[in-house]
C-alpha cells in the first residue's frame, strides 16, 4: 500500500491527519481510513500536531516505547484484512469478536495481538506470514 519508505510512509499519516481535521476537505478512502484510526487513539493527536519534519525524522520504539505509525498501520492491515475478507474467515472472526467487546477499537486491538505475532514469526524465519496459523490464533481469542 505505501512502500518502504519509511519517511513517504509517516508523511501520508501526517497528511492525511491534516486533511482529515480540515472541514470539507475531499479525502481518498484511505486517507479518510487513516484519519478514521487517527481520531480512535487521542494519545497520539498531539504528536501528529508537531512539525512534520520533526515527526517524519523521529524515532520511535527505540527506547522500548511504543511505535505510533506502527500501531496505527497495524490498524490498517486489520482493516483492509477485514473488507477483503482475506484470509477467508476473518470477517465472522472479527464480528464475532466485536460483538462481546466494549467497542470495535478493542475487538481491533485483540485482533492485532495475533496479527503481530504472526508478522514478527514470519520476519524471524525469513518466510511470508502463515494464514492458517494467524486464523487459528484468531479463532483462540476469548470474547471479551
Keep these: ?3 518502504n519508505d519509511r519517511n513517504a510512509i ?12 480540515m472541514p470539507g476537505a475531499q479525502l481518498t478512502p484511505l486517507q479518510q481510513m487513516i484519519g478514521d484510526i487517527i481520531a480512535m ?3 497520539y493527536h498531539s504528536l501528529f500536531e ?17 511505535n505510533p505509525f506502527f500501531h496505527l498501520g497495524m490498524h490498517i492491515s486489520l482493516h483492509e484484512q ?24 478493542h475487538a481491533e486491538h485483540r485482533m492485532m495481538e495475533c496479527l503481530e505475532k504472526s508478522l514478527w514469526e514470519a520476519q524471524a524465519k525469513g518466510v511470508l ?16
Design 82 to 105: 477485514l473488507q477483503t475478507d482475506r484470509p477467508a474467515g476473518i470477517r465472522d472472526i472479527y464480528q464475532r469478536l466485536q460483538k462481546k467487546a466494549p467497542d470495535k477499537h
Design 1 to 3: 500500500m505505501f512502500g
Design 50 to 66: 508537531q512539525e512534520d519534519e520533526k515527526l517524519v525524522e523521529s524515532e520511535f520504539g527505540a527506547d522500548g516505547g511504543p
Design 129 to 144: 506470514p502463515d494464514e492458517m496459523a494467524y486464523l487459528e490464533c484468531l479463532r483462540k481469542l476469548p470474547g471479551k
Design 10 to 21: 509517516r508523511q501520508q499519516f501526517i497528511s492525511a491527519w491534516k486533511l482529515y481535521r
Design 41 to 43: 487513539h487521542p494519545e
